[in-house]
């Protein structure tokens, strides 16, 4: 009798399909228990020790302005503290979990956790390589571990888009009758959360134009053709296949494939990837034309020369539409407008209804609250300000180019902490542009205009870096599938392998680093000028001390004047404190009667003999570091010492000085703790008081942080 295992290879030489099926789904059955795995590290990694790193200043406004929802003290919406929605979801979990650091930043981290694992929804486009690819990047990366654990807005934001991109390529893909609203609702509780919601829009806006003029071209070749599209011609071949162990016989088997002999698929693919390549490149013209201040654009301002980009997209348009009319294309032959059909007129009209209702009541803080807070960047009523006011103010903002001033400022970060991502991106762009269909297409397009726009637009700051990565993961994680799909050698493989286990381990031990060991201190580059140092937090724990020895001592409470520019995050870490209090402190109104006043170096005042009722402490309040990454080479010679200057960072986040002290630097100010609370302190405690916290040293040109605006050497 023949064996079972020639039975079973004659079966799958005869049947090919059926061998790859098995293979297949063994293979996606490993990816699936890989997966689960990062799901759990993921959840881990997100959730622990949340409250380990200070508050930045823009977390304790977060956590404050969800503590005034929950108190029922809230105003309204103000674009300066961008949208309200976050601040209702994390002012549930302080009623749910109480109030503290950890469950502050508890949105971001839930957040965090989703956007790793929503790559999953992808997998057929993605690949049982690509996806499983994807899903670790976004675990391991720095970037993205850090601000999943950071108090602000940005990971769950991100999240939403993530979401959004997801409905919107399912509802080109396979249209339902629910997508419209899926996808306004979205957009609306994305503006309820943050105005980068804006260049989201013009993202995919874009897109969609291109989207339309490429389909219309499309259907007009395939009818000039003569073929419905999608409909291959078929050949049949032959096949001989010979089995081992059966007399060497030779079965002949004839099989029906699909065969391009029409030249039509190819067509569509040179039709994709050409106007991707000039919808994109148009993009950068008009982003150089508006140049590197956007908010202040004398003669033909930012929003007239982003028109005429839209313009010409929409002008190509036309033309593809003239075409394909010429050529009497049904529009129920074009994907996009069948895409747009499928719902029908009432279906977005009721998607409208859904989302003005949901945005009426985020704006309104669900219909309770219809005026505004009345502030200069929210004059206006709830509803008007949700409408008009988040605009206004983004745009005003391009002028001010908040953060870091360079253009190449987000491509330094990435190339610092996501190399590997990078590098996988770029395999997949050209993968992309050689096989163009339509979900790399848009993945390609989200990561390119992504990177352009967010590296034109006035502010760029750290945390914006997320809205660029996620993207380029996905578009890594196609990169990774088609190297995957083209290795053909054992050797091959091995390199393959190789280049992740380094990438994977540097991202590893950098987000390790970066998040839980030295996530506080300034040689890291996600580290901006509003992060409080650790004296904030040992101040803000000696005061509730001292309070209570005041207290026992003198029967009353210390009185504590803190000053506007450094108040922040002191609102929170105070927050349950009796008698501190905000004040604007100028040196000629010093508050003289309070017991302890925290005050900025520029307010601060030479103690005189009037004053000897008060002991001044040094106090270092918020610390960062600009590196300057893009001066000090004036020729090939130096390029050298640049390479040795960032491999020292890369391998032991050594800062460096370029010559114009840039070392890591922190605002200073002073404390002024009256005589007899200072002489209570220090019997009190044991260890030295006060307790200032752990400063970082450094090795080589940067010696430690230093004050504000001054060289360390």
């Known amino acids: 009798m023949v064996s079972s295992k020639i039975k079973e290879s004659f079966r799958r030489s005869i049947n090919p399909k059926s061998a790859g099926e098995n293979v297949s789904h063994s293979a996606w059955k490993r990816a699936r228990h890989i997966i689960g795995l990062l799901f759990l590290l993921a959840v881990f990694s997100r959730l622990s020790y949340l409250g380990l790193r200070a508050f930045h200043h823009d977390e304790s406004l977060d956590a404050w302005f969800s503590l005034q929802y929950l108190d029922g003290t809230y105003k309204g919406y103000d674009p300066v503290y961008h949208g309200p929605l976050r601040f209702y979801l994390t002012a549930a979990f302080f009623w749910l979990f109480g109030q503290s650091d950890s469950i502050a930043r508890l949105l971001p981290a839930i957040s965090g956790i989703a956007v790793v694992l929503l790559p999953w929804v992808w997998r057929r486009s993605l690949g049982f390589v690509g996806t499983p690819i994807s899903v670790a990047l976004l675990l391991t990366s720095p970037t993205m571990l850090y601000f999943s654990r950071f108090g602000r807005e940005d990971s769950f934001f991100l999240a939403l888009t993530f979401l959004t991109v997801i409905?919107?390529?399912?509802?080109?893909?396979?249209?339902?009758?629910?997508?419209?609203?899926?996808?306004?609702?979205?957009?609306?509780?994305?503006?309820?959360?943050?105005?980068?919601?804006f260049l989201t829009v013009f993202i995919f806006g874009s897109f969609g134009i291109v989207l339309i003029a490429q389909d219309l071209l499309t259907a007009s070749f395939h009818r000039m053709k003569g073929s419905p599209i999608g409909k291959p011609r078929y050949k049949e071949l032959k096949r001989e296949v010979r089995i081992e162990g059966i007399g060497r016989r030779s079965i002949s088997v004839h099989s029906r494939v699909s065969q391009n002999s029409n030249g039509q698929f190819v067509a569509e693919e040179v039709i994709r990837r050409w106007f991707f390549l000039f919808g994109v490149g148009f993009m950068i013209a008009i982003f150089l034309w508006i140049g590197?201040?956007?908010?202040?654009?004398?003669?033909?301002?930012?929003?007239?020369?982003?028109?005429?980009?839209?313009?010409?997209?929409?002008?190509?348009?036309?033309?593809?539409?003239?075409?394909?009319?010429?050529?009497?294309?049904?529009?129920?032959?074009?994907?996009?407008?069948?895409?747009?059909?499928?719902p029908r007129l009432g279906g977005w009209i009721f998607a409208v209804t859904v989302a003005a209702i949901v945005f009426t009541a985020l704006f309104t803080q669900f219909f309770q609250q219809f005026d505004g807070p009345g502030v200069a960047t929210a004059p206006y009523g709830a509803i008007r300000n949700g409408l008009v006011s988040g605009f206004e103010y983004w745009l005003g903002e391009q002028a001010t180019v908040r953060g870091d001033s360079r253009w190449q400022y987000y491509l330094v970060l990435l190339l610092a902490y996501e190399w590997i991502a990078l590098g996988?991106?770029?395999?997949?762009?050209?993968?992309?542009?050689?096989?163009?269909?339509?979900?790399?297409?848009?993945?390609?397009?989200?990561?390119?205009?992504?990177?352009?726009?967010?590296?034109?637009?006035?502010?760029?700051?750290?945390?914006?870096?997320?809205?660029?990565?996620?993207?380029?993961?996905?578009?890594?994680?196609?990169?990774?599938?088609?190297?995957?799909?083209?290795?053909?050698?054992?050797?091959?493989?091995?390199?393959?392998?190789?280049?992740?286990?380094?990438?994977?381990?540097?991202?590893?031990?950098?987000?390790?680093?970066?998040?839980?060991?030295?996530?506080?201190?300034?040689?890291?580059?996600?580290?901006?000028?509003?992060?409080?140092?650790?004296?904030?937090?040992?101040?803000?724990?000696?005061?509730?001390?001292?309070?209570?020895?005041?207290?026992?001592?003198?029967?009353?409470?210390?009185?504590?004047?803190?000053?506007?520019?450094?108040?922040?995050?002191?609102?929170?870490?105070?927050?349950?404190?009796?008698?501190?209090?905000?004040?604007?402190?100028?040196?000629?109104?010093?508050?003289?009667?309070?017991?302890?006043?925290?005050?900025?170096?520029?307010?601060?005042?030479?103690?005189?003999?009037?004053?000897?009722?008060?002991?001044?402490?040094?106090?270092?309040?918020?610390?960062?570091?600009?590196?300057?990454?893009?001066?000090?080479?004036?020729?090939?010679?130096?390029?050298?010492?640049?390479?040795?200057?960032?491999?020292?960072?890369?391998?032991?986040?050594?800062?460096w000085d370029s010559g114009s002290g840039r070392c890591p630097a922190s605002l200073s100010g002073s404390v002024y703790i009256r005589e007899e609370i200072f002489t209570l302190a220090e019997t009190y405690y044991n260890s030295p008081f006060p307790s200032l916290g752990d400063k970082p040293k450094y090795d080589k040109s940067c010696k430690n942080v230093t004050n504000f605006l001054q060289s360390n050497r």
């Open 424 to 655: 996988l991106a770029f395999v997949g762009l050209i993968s992309v542009l050689r096989k163009p269909n339509l979900f790399g297409q848009i993945i390609a397009w989200w990561a390119c205009a992504s990177l352009i726009v967010y590296s034109w637009a006035g502010e760029r700051m750290p945390w914006l870096l997320v809205h660029l990565l996620l993207p380029i993961v996905i578009l890594a994680g196609i990169g990774a599938q088609s190297i995957w799909d083209g290795i053909k050698s054992r050797r091959a493989s091995v390199c393959f392998g190789v280049l992740l286990v380094l990438g994977f381990g540097y991202a590893i031990v950098t987000s390790v680093y970066s998040s839980y060991l030295r996530g506080g201190e300034p040689q890291e580059l996600f580290v901006q000028a509003g992060q409080a140092t650790p004296e904030v937090v040992e101040w803000a724990d000696q005061l509730e001390t001292l309070d209570r020895i005041s207290l026992a001592h003198f029967g009353e409470h210390l009185e504590v004047k803190i000053d506007s520019d450094v108040y922040w995050p002191y609102g929170w870490y105070l927050r349950d404190f009796h008698s501190s209090s905000y004040a604007v402190i100028r040196k000629e109104n010093f508050p003289s009667g309070a017991d302890i006043i925290f005050v900025p170096h520029w307010d601060r005042i030479d103690l005189g003999d009037e004053d000897g009722a008060y002991v001044e402490i040094p106090y270092e309040h918020r610390w960062w570091w600009v590196p300057e990454f893009d001066t000090g080479i004036t020729n090939l010679s130096q390029f050298g010492d640049l390479i040795i200057t960032w491999a020292d960072w890369v391998w032991s986040r050594e800062p």
């Open 292 to 342: 590197t201040n956007p908010g202040e654009q004398e003669g033909s301002p930012t929003i007239f020369k982003l028109g005429i980009y839209g313009a010409v997209l929409a002008f190509i348009a036309l033309v593809c539409g003239f075409v394909a009319a010429r050529h009497k294309t049904a529009l129920s032959q074009v994907p996009a407008f069948r895409a747009l059909m499928v």
């Open 167 to 197: 409905t919107l390529i399912s509802f080109l893909r396979s249209p339902r009758r629910w997508h419209p609203i899926a996808l306004l609702s979205l957009l609306v509780l994305s503006l309820a959360v943050k105005e980068s919601v």
